[in-house]
């Protein structure tokens, strides 16, 4: 490894820990070198609700991840997720001085903090805030206003925020392993880099994280962030709908949902399934199937209410990429189709190499995309040390092609 670069992501998941180790190479691409994962405990909905389960799971993952990539891992990028995580936009307007028409890095500095005056709850604070679109003297999408001559400089941001102890109690957990945090990154704003490409970014694509305990979403227009969020539904609560419903315990009602379910009511078989575990117990694939669906079409029709309450549905050109464990469920491409009228794509990491097509796996997209994320920081700013960078984002990341 020596002379080498490379880069740690970290995922504290509902129903996983994973931590994936990833070589930068000189012409930009990375190779996978190890992966190292442990099923979540402490973790409810995407946060922590007890620390010292979720130190004991990352620690397992990190042992795992050092052995299989042959590397002492010291610092990571965490992706941090949750319902208390909000996007919103703004427009930063300031007006040049006569001395100064000449737009600089300070009038580019200020704009964004103007930008960022915005009404979030006190107990929130900011995780991202990612520029959109410069206009300069009214003139629209100017890409680089650095050095132009005008009066006027405005600036839409995307801004994401969330509570900031809740951000704190995973920020914690991982300080106790002695590993240091290099930055903390949405979850979607990870994925968005190694299941997006350019084509998507630029004609319009919403990117649903379908997790377990949440799916998170980002939605991107000619290449800027029109909207994010986090929505506190996930594969785990079709889990236990199914368990509720059929007074099973939750891991036969995961594995019945898994290798017989689906989300789907259009081509049903009629047929009786036994349940594993439970003698001459049987359920109908219709019931089955039904009790997925509702779950699945409520989460949907969230989605679909956020997107028309912003008028972004009809923008979306290439229509919906799904990804995330959970995104792996039969039907649910089907039902997302009809729910959403939209395209739907399965989103994968086709930019990626490595030791096996694990990291085809959509479930994980995070911890890949925060590798590709911290790749892209790196080649846009000077080196800094661990913990300087955490709230400083870079906007081009959003139109690099992934």
């Known amino acids: 490894m020596a002379g080498s670069k490379f880069y740690v992501g970290l995922e504290i998941g509902t129903s996983k820990v994973c931590i994936v180790v990833g070589e930068a190479r000189p012409d930009g691409a990375i190779k996978i070198l190890g992966v190292g994962q442990f099923p979540a405990a402490g973790v409810r909905k995407g946060e922590v609700v007890d620390p010292e389960a979720v130190q004991t799971c990352l620690h397992e993952a990190l042992v795992n991840a050092e052995e299989r990539a042959g590397v002492d891992i010291g610092t990571v990028y965490l992706s941090v997720s949750g319902s208390h995580v909000h996007g919103v936009n703004n427009r930063g307007t300031l007006t040049i001085s006569d001395e100064e028409v000449e737009i600089g890095i300070e009038d580019l500095d200020e704009v964004k903090k103007i930008a960022r005056d915005v009404a979030i709850p006190k107990e ?7 520029v959109s679109h410069y206009y300069v003297d009214g003139q629209e999408k100017v890409l680089n206003p650095l050095g132009m001559l005008g009066r006027t400089l405005e600036a839409d941001y995307h801004i994401i925020h969330g509570v900031k102890t809740r951000i704190q109690n995973s920020i914690r957990s991982v300080r106790e392993t002695s590993l240091e945090i290099e930055d903390i990154v949405f979850s979607p704003v990870a994925s968005s880099q190694v299941v997006l490409d350019r084509e998507a970014k630029n004609l319009g694509a919403l ?8 799916t998170d979403y980002i939605c991107m227009v000619d290449n800027a962030v029109e909207a994010s969020g986090c929505i506190g539904l996930g594969g785990d609560h079709i889990t236990n709908d199914i368990a509720l419903v059929l007074k099973i315990p939750l891991a036969r009602a995961e594995k019945l949902k898994v290798t017989s379910g689906s989300a789907s009511l ?16 049987m359920i109908s694939q219709r019931l089955l199937n039904e009790i997925m669906h509702a779950r699945v079409a409520e989460l949907l029709n969230v989605v679909k209410e956020r997107l028309d309450e912003q008028g972004l549905r009809g923008r979306l050109g290439k229509g919906v990429y799904i990804t995330g464990g959970s995104s792996l469920m039969r039907g649910i491409d089907k039902v997302a189709e009809e729910i959403l009228e939209l395209p739907v794509h399965r989103g994968g990491e086709s930019t990626m190499s490595g030791p096996t097509a694990l990291f085809e796996n959509p479930q994980y997209a995070t911890c890949v995309g925060l590798i590709r994320y911290a790749q892209l920081l790196d080649e846009q700013r000077p080196a800094s040390g661990p913990l300087s960078r955490l709230g400083q984002k870079f906007e081009k990341l959003f139109r690099a092609k992934s």
């Open 207 to 214: 990117l649903l994280d379908i997790g377990g305990g949440t």
């Open 124 to 130: 929130n604070g900011f995780i991202h805030s990612i």
């Open 266 to 281: 259009k081509n049903l078989v009629e047929r009786e399934i036994p349940i594993e575990g439970e003698t001459g117990k």
